[in-house]
């Protein structure tokens, strides 16, 4: 493989780690809050059933 092709295919998967990271960084935070959402929607839900239930 030339170095020219070498460089390219470095470039590209570099340009790609920095587009996945960038992305993960966005994602990771977005889901954490949906799942503390669900999680206190459910034990809200689950504690109420209880007081109910007693």
Known sequence: MSTEVQTAIQSSFTQV??????????AVPAALAIVAVKMSITMGVSFFKSIASA
């Not at 780690?17 to 966005?26: C, F, G, P, Q, S």
């Open 17 to 26: 780690k920095t587009d996945v990271l960038a992305l993960v960084a966005i």
